[in-house]
T-cell receptor
Framework: DAGITQSPRYKITETGRQVTLMCHQT?????MFWYRQDLGHGLRLIYY???????DKGEVPDGYVVSRSKTENFPLTLESATRSQTSVYFC???????????????FGPGTRLLVL | RKEVEQDPGPFNVPEGATVAFNCTYS??????FFWYRQDCRKEPKLLMS???SGNEDGRFTAQLNRASQYISLLIRDSKLSDSATYLC????????????FGAGTRLFVKA
């Protein structure tokens, strides 16, 4: 089915390990985003991408790396996982533009990550 | 101070009640505003955009007051299915793209 998907949906890892969360969208949306959601903080932007090969930092980028070699994929890598990175991670996408439906962000189902 | 602030609730209301959520934002350069809904352990989904003139979608009415930097969502005739967390969202593209989500207001509608 078309849409935005994330994998894995659940992940348990250990401190210090590298972890990559995958995000794939089939709409050819220009923008893609990675958020983390924690109790008391709501959704916080980690990184975003305006197009292939263009990425920029969000509010909480430290400890994360992203790439976007293809429009449809936007993987997020935790280079050396820490316990503070235990969270729910949401990927989102939207069209390019600043009016109406173009600004709607569509979210993937989330990845629940536990770092032991 | 957080850039987008919401009353965390929870709001507990009976079916059929009218409930209002408020949201304030600190960046006067903010350009667009939205309400998203998030069900437990699910992803957020757009409920409605918020326009300067105010807008309505069925039982839902959104208002924006730029002078006071305040957004509201009114839900009339609450249904059990309205139980969820409602997120206030503010976009700014001044000085770089920025979307800020409020922490959300939890709503429980009871029979």
């Amino acid at each position: 089915d078309a849409g935005i998907t994330q994998s894995p949906r659940y992940k348990i890892t250990e401190t210090g390990r590298q972890v990559t969360l995958m995000c794939h969208q089939t709409w050819s949306h220009s923008y893609m985003f990675w958020y983390r959601q924690d109790l008391g903080h709501g959704l916080r932007l980690i990184y975003y991408s305006a197009a292939a090969d263009i990425t920029d930092k969000g509010e909480v980028p430290d400890g994360y790396v992203v790439s976007r070699s293809k429009t449809e994929n936007f993987p997020l890598t935790l280079e050396s996982a820490t316990r503070s990175q235990t969270s729910v991670y949401f990927c989102a996408s939207r069209l390019y533009g600043t009016s109406g439906a173009q600004e709607t962000q569509y979210f993937g189902p989330g990845t629940r990550l536990l770092v032991l | 101070r957080k850039e987008v602030e919401q009353d965390p609730g929870p709001f507990n209301v009976p079916e059929g009640a009218t409930v209002a959520f408020n949201c304030t934002y600190s960046n006067s350069a903010s350009q667009s505003f939205f309400w998203y809904r998030q069900d437990c352990r699910k992803e957020p989904k757009l409920l409605m955009s918020v326009y300067s003139s105010g807008n309505e979608d069925g039982r839902f009415t959104a208002q924006l007051n730029r002078a006071s930097q305040y957004i509201s969502l009114l839900i009339r005739d609450s249904k059990l299915s309205d139980s969820a967390t409602y997120l206030c969202v503010v976009n700014s593209e001044t000085g770089g793209f920025k979307t800020i989500f409020g922490a959300g207001t939890r709503l429980f509608v009871k029979a």
